[in-house]
């Protein structure tokens, strides 16, 4: 016997784009979804959106938590993302949704009062999806949560996620019949431990049984043919409205359909799915030129993680800036004091500023480590208190260069006070000034002149005028013992992983080389040839940015003060 079909010519079927995995995953419908996949493989628009259409369907008025690393992060990546497959899927923004404000009349109401409407994405079943984020938990504070999702859950801190699950409790009676109620759904790309990511998602793949996905599958292979059969038979009674056979036909249809909807629900229930895969799950619309071309000029063990979900693994002696830790980063650094009077649509619009940033002091100066080349890269900070942050990272890619990188710093330090900024940069910007190549002073009258060549108001330093080569092995003795915090009197570093989220990749990809020459001394060198990666690839996995930030920390004060307190190799560098 044949299995029933639909007619996709059919003028009254809708077609939607899924691959094979997300099919497979609409198909089990899990209570607790862990899915790891490779870059470009639709996790959050064809995946997350249409599981999340699901819940709503299911536990009309529940209220779900949906965990990103920052509120920043949420607004400006992961939201436009599932409203993307929302509307995809054809949802309409007003009429089946609404974001950050009160729904409309006509939707269902959530199971229990809403006080505050921000932060919230609400449908029209009344469901409501609150973002919470781990640099402000207190947004999650004092509500219970009938399911628990979150994307990018390499960025998630377990323990904080923990914290939201103690939350999943209440609205038994209301929910207890719907397999979702009290679940989770967490989707990722492969975490790499080496550049600081949580990959605690990896452990969930003990809880899922092999056996009872396999008979979830069977069931929903057979409730899926039943619906197709009642489709073709309704299509049939148009034809034939008067036919009664058709019609008798059609009552045994629906009650299959309601004897193995309720067996479907029933084996769903408690199940956990767990799956890694790889880019190549949506080659059909990445296309074989997509692989070809990242393969070709990309670095393969990179390209292992983020395409084919391998775990990463790279030795901590391998690593340039071994003691480089999480000690070395924040992510509480941004403040929602302006964010918080805007509206989503608005933030969409609107840039982001300084006045975003928790710890700047907009009365004291800046300063800046610069590198230019193919990729011109500015890392901006301010030391206070023995403390010096980086702040915020900027680049350029070609066509855009120096001009451009000076535009986008004036345009997100406008409300800056103390215009001046201190650049620290490499001393080979100043080597082509007499033909009108010096590209310190370029960078300069980028942040001092507008377009029009008209005052900016700020004023900046260049410091490396006259200051000796920074050679190699000089950052990597400075950076084991500024990164080890071990020498009292250099400051203590530390860097916004969020805002400068490539400085923090370059620094941790950054590969070391040792070379010995015909004496048999050993010199300690960064391994450079990432810089010949395609463009686009440059900001987070070349180590333009690390050449950056070592003028930032490069200073002659910090040279100094590890001349006092020499690092002695024997062989190979120690690693601390």
Not at 90 to 107: L, T
Not at 190 to 209: F, K, Q, V
Not at 210 to 229: P, S, W, Y
Not at 550 to 568: A, Q, R, V, W
Request: overall charge positive; glycine content about 4%; charged content about 25%.
């Amino acid at each position: 016997m044949s299995k029933p079909k639909i007619q996709k010519d059919s003028p009254d079927v809708a077609l939607r784009y899924m691959h094979w995995l997300a099919q497979m995953i609409d198909m089990i419908k899990p209570t607790n979804l862990f899915l790891i996949l490779g870059r470009a493989g639709a996790k959050t628009v064809q995946i997350l959106s249409k599981r999340f259409m699901d819940i709503s369907k299911e536990m009309p008025g529940a209220f779900v938590s949906v965990s990103a690393d920052t509120y920043m992060n949420a607004i400006k990546n992961i939201l436009p993302n599932i409203i993307k497959g929302w509307e995809l899927n054809g949802w309409i923004e007003g009429i089946h949704f609404v974001v950050d404000k009160r729904p409309p009349k006509h939707f269902k109401k959530p199971h229990k009062s809403v006080l505050n409407w921000k932060h919230t994405l609400t449908t029209y079943h009344g469901t409501h999806f609150k973002i919470i984020s781990q640099d402000r938990p207190s947004a999650g504070a004092g509500d219970s949560y009938q399911h628990n999702a979150g994307d990018e859950a390499k960025y998630l801190n377990e323990k904080k996620l923990n914290k939201i699950s103690q939350a999943s409790r209440g609205e038994y009676v209301r929910y207890h019949k719907s397999p979702y109620y009290l679940g989770s759904t967490f989707t990722t790309d492969m975490p790499n431990t080496n550049l600081g990511e949580h990959d605690w998602i990896l452990s969930m793949e003990e809880n899922m049984d092999n056996e009872q996905i396999k008979l979830i599958l069977q069931v929903a292979f057979i409730l899926n043919d039943e619906k197709i059969k009642l489709v073709k038979k309704q299509r049939e009674l148009q034809d034939h409205p008067s036919d009664s056979e058709i019609r008798k036909d059609i009552k045994n249809i629906e009650r299959n359909i309601k004897r193995w909807k309720a067996r479907y629900n029933k084996v769903r229930k408690n199940s956990t799915f767990f799956y890694i895969g790889s880019s190549y799950v949506n080659a059909d619309i990445l296309t074989e030129s997509y692989f070809v071309s990242q393969f070709e000029k990309g670095n393969f063990k990179e390209l292992a993680t983020a395409l084919l979900s391998i775990t990463p693994q790279l030795e901590k002696g391998l690593m340039f800036y071994p003691n480089l830790s999480e000690r070395n980063f924040y992510s509480d650094g941004f403040t929602y004091k302006r964010i918080d009077k805007s509206s989503y649509a608005s933030l969409q619009l609107e840039a982001e500023s300084s006045l975003d940033l928790k710890y700047i002091n907009h009365n004291l100066y800046l300063e800046g480590g610069f590198d230019s080349g193919n990729m011109c890269s500015l890392v901006v900070g301010q030391e206070l208190n023995n403390v010096r942050r980086a702040l915020k990272e900027f680049y350029t890619l070609p066509p855009n260069f120096i001009k451009q990188l000076g535009q986008q710093f004036v345009e997100y330090f406008k409300h800056h006070q103390t215009k001046e900024l201190i650049l620290w940069h490499d001393r080979a910007t100043n080597k082509y000034k007499r033909v009108g190549e010096d590209h310190a002073s370029k960078l300069k009258y980028a942040i001092e002149k507008d377009a029009e060549g008209n005052s900016t108001g700020w004023t900046v330093v260049l410091k490396n005028r006259n200051q000796a080569t920074i050679y190699q092995e000089t950052e990597y003795e400075l950076a084991l013992q500024l990164f080890s915090g071990e020498n009292n009197e250099l400051p203590q570093i530390l860097i916004d992983k969020h805002n400068c989220p490539n400085l923090k990749s370059s620094l941790e990809r950054a590969q070391k080389i040792e070379r010995v020459d015909r004496e048999g001394n050993k010199t300690i060198h960064k391994d450079k040839s990432s810089e010949k990666l395609p463009d686009e690839r440059l900001p987070s996995e070349s180590t333009n940015f690390s050449d950056a930030f070592k003028y930032f920390i490069c200073t002659p004060e910090n040279l100094e003060k590890i001349e006092e307190n020499p690092l002695s190799f024997i062989g190979n560098p120690t690693i601390k």
